[in-house]
């Protein structure tokens, strides 16, 4: 996938959640094994946010490219997150902000599913 577009979908991701009254703590939280596209707060709840931008569907839905080695990674990396913060005691959660940004004139896209998956070990 292009840089510029997965950029362009973070922003346009974390615009969104901004707007959804959730509070942006970390953009790219970058480890030695990997990085959290968003992390940010809902409520009292630490969120763990996978943003997947596409131009279209036609090889399926943007968040259908997040298989089990991705969320096992995702798991260990929001594992490091909460251990180098000391917040074990936060409730947690992973969230996908899906987002179709079509070339041109077409109309973006973009959809939050809460809960999108479970920590897997």
């Given amino acids: 996938m292009n840089r510029k577009l997965g950029k362009a979908g973070e922003i346009l991701a974390s ?3 901004k707007k959804n009254r959730f509070t942006i703590l970390a953009r790219n939280y970058s480890t030695p094994i990997g990085e959290i596209d968003i992390i940010a707060e809902d409520g009292k709840v630490l969120v763990f946010v996978e943003v997947k931008t596409r131009r ?6 943007p968040e259908e490219a997040i298989n089990s080695k991705k969320i096992r990674k ?3 990396l929001a594992q490091l997150y909460i ?3 000391g917040l074990y005691d936060k409730e947690a959660r992973f969230d996908v902000v899906s987002i ?3 070339r041109r004139f077409g109309r ?3 959809r939050l599913t809460k809960n999108a998956f479970y920590a897997e070990e």
């Fill in 15 to 17: 615009r969104y959640l």
């Fill in 56 to 61: 279209s569907d036609a090889y399926g839905l």
């Fill in 74 to 76: 995702l798991t260990r």
């Fill in 83 to 85: 251990k180098n913060k």
């Fill in 100 to 102: 179709l940004m079509p």
């Fill in 108 to 110: 973006k896209t973009v």
